[in-house]
């Protein structure tokens, strides 16, 4: 029987002790407020035998889409900046709005569009820890602004933006 041991750090993980970049959308950083790490999961394969059916892991890993929350900026940058994304990859590669995305981003090998975005996890003492790179993520959504004039109090803007990535990889910073 294993002996009982005490946990080397007995602090526990806060909500509200993260930070997110991406390399070509700097507004969106410091107006993040919320982050979803998405769930990953595996197929099952059923193998069917006389007796019993037998369950093995398959091969075909799937990611659940990348969630932010954020605050609009009053000159609307950080909306915008995904808005813009959407709409020129959603455009034929003759269009003009396509070729400059594509040619925003010289460094990525898929040209802009896609980048890397980083979700950094920080300590209790806001040290990062550890961090979460999406590679060749791209917008899918961003969720809609809805003006009103009859509201009694100032209500700031939040927007929801979705993206889609080919994979994500965590980084352990401090190798604990």
Known sequence: ???NKVPDNLNYLSNISFRLT???SPNITWFCQAATVPGVSIEGIDVFTPHATVPYAGNKVSF?????RFIVDEHMKNWTEIY???IAMGLAEGHEKYRLL???NTLHPRGGGYSTVVLTILTSAMNPQMEFHFYD???ISVSALDFDSSVGDVEYFTATASFRYQNYEIKNLLNN
Do not use: G, T, Y
Request: avoid cysteine; charged fraction near 35%; charge should be negative.
């Open 84 to 86: 813009d994304r959407i």
């Open 22 to 24: 991406m390399e070509d």
């Open 137 to 139: 993520a791209f917008p």
């Open 102 to 104: 594509k040619a925003s």
């Open 64 to 68: 659940e889409e990348l969630s932010i």
């Open 1 to 3: 029987m294993a002996a």
